[in-house]
């Protein structure tokens, strides 16, 4: 087995309309994504671990996690978190979960694939992949609607995004590959 020495390191991107200091009212800021990668114990590629921030009417940000997302799963829905899991996304010092229960909308790489659809709103019934509670209310301050991927080339690993967001009345859209990941990790001499 070979000792890792080097830690991969988070990636993050900002969209366009991205300010170092945001507005004073609704849409405060863009979107930020944050991936990193995952490893196996001999430096190959496994997943990456996503976290979606939506800035738009919340100036403290709203998250939605995808735990790994891996390039087997295709095009995988961004899942709107739910209203509670914005109160303990923000602050470390609130912890509390509610009925003991973890808040968070999570995604973790079960199967080989998730289709887009064109509802985002709507939770398949047949996939594992998804934990958000179907109960629960959505948290309007999260706009992102649409789906992510990796995608696979010989040396790298790249995340590629189609999603709209923002304010109704004026909806923002980024598709493209907005990040990469090395396939292999290097070690450290």
Do not use: C
């Not at 390191?9 to 969209?15: C, E, G, K, L, P």
């Not at 064109?118 to 179907?134: C, R």
């Amino acid at each position: 087995m070979t000792d890792i020495q080097t830690i991969p390191a988070s990636h993050t991107w900002q969209s366009g309309d991205w300010k170092e200091k945001p507005f004073s009212q609704a849409p405060y800021n863009g979107i930020q994504i944050t991936g990193v990668p995952q490893y196996s114990d001999n430096g190959t590629f496994i997943s990456a671990s996503i976290t979606i921030t939506d800035y738009t009417n919340n100036p403290t940000g709203v998250s939605s996690h995808i735990q790994a997302l891996t390039t087997a799963q295709g095009q995988v829905d961004i899942p709107a978190p739910d209203t509670q899991s914005d109160s303990d996304s923000t602050d470390a010092d609130n912890a509390t979960t509610v009925s003991g229960q973890n808040t968070e909308s999570d995604t973790s790489a079960t199967t080989d694939s998730v289709p887009a659809s064109e509802d985002n709103n709507s939770v398949p019934d047949n996939n594992p992949n998804i934990k958000t509670d179907i109960n629960s209310e959505e948290n309007d301050d999260f706009t992102v609607n649409g789906w992510m991927a990796l995608e696979s080339s010989s040396m790298d690993i790249f995340l590629r995004v189609h999603f709209r967001y923002g304010l109704e009345s004026f909806q923002k859209e980024e598709l493209g590959y907005i990040m990469g990941f090395s396939a292999v990790l290097k070690t450290g001499n």
